[in-house]
């Protein structure tokens, strides 16, 4: 137990600096600043201690990131010349996984401005919120889940956007990825050729919305941690497109384990 002692002095005596030293600093502040335990405060009625009393971040803090520039997701398409048929090149840079459910981590690309990285200065639990919008340039409605890359016909085309937490999948319920499909629509043609026009529904058709939150159940340890929605689509989906995102963490600290 910290002991606090008050000075006590006789009146008429001379008293050595040292003394009064000792009195006021080495047995009563020192001790009270940082050498209390628990035992002292026993006898107190009221041990509520408000806000004003806490130091900035002293018990809980936070951050956030965010973008508003378009980042534009292609994968390897196969295109055919005019001029021949047969003459093929391919184009883009990402490949996709057909699989996407079951895609391994690395598969996934992670957004700028929806990924954050963090620091906890103590052991805590975690609350993440997001908000993201995107759309993607896929086909849907088919059965064939293997054709050729590039090849749009006989596919279930589409992208996942999903949480990972420390590199790690946030999980497979729903509340940690949305999956799409088409969210471009071509309108149909009326000059009577039964051909789709080259035109497509924009504004509430065109872009998917997805404002998310995550409540980090366990403690989180003290030190770097990552939070970050990360893209995937199938080869078959040549692109798509990210708008406005953000990601925010709010931390309030643990009690220390016994």
Sequence with gaps: ???????????????????VFDSIYTLSTDALNGK???????DLGDRTVGHAFLQKKSSSGGGMTA?????????????????????????????????MGNADANDFIAIPGASIQFYLPFRAYVLLTWQITWTCDA????????PSVGDRTGRRDGCH???????????NLDCNVRRVRETMFQVADDSGTGQ???VYLRDRYKGR?????????APMSKGFHS????????????????????????????????
């Design 1 to 19: 137990m910290a002991k606090v002692t008050p000075p006590t002095f006789i009146d008429g005596t001379t008293v050595a600096g040292e003394d």
């Design 196 to 198: 789709e026009a080259n």
């Design 161 to 171: 956007v999903r949480l990972f937490i420390d590199n790690e999948k946030g999980g």
């Design 227 to 258: 939070a970050s929605l990360r893209v995937i689509q199938t080869p078959g989906t040549p692109q798509v497109r990210v708008r406005a995102r953000s990601m925010k963490y709010i931390y309030f600290k643990a009690q220390s384990p016994t």
């Design 67 to 99: 973008g508003t520039a378009n980042l534009d997701y292609f994968t390897h398409q196969v295109i055919r010349h005019s001029s021949d048929s047969s003459q093929t090149s391919t184009s883009g840079v990402y490949r996709g996984a057909d699989n």
């Design 139 to 146: 086909k849907m409605g088919f059965t064939d889940s293997s």
């Design 209 to 217: 919305y997805w404002s998310g939150h995550k409540w980090v159940g």
């Design 36 to 42: 209390i335990e628990t035992v002292n405060l026993k």
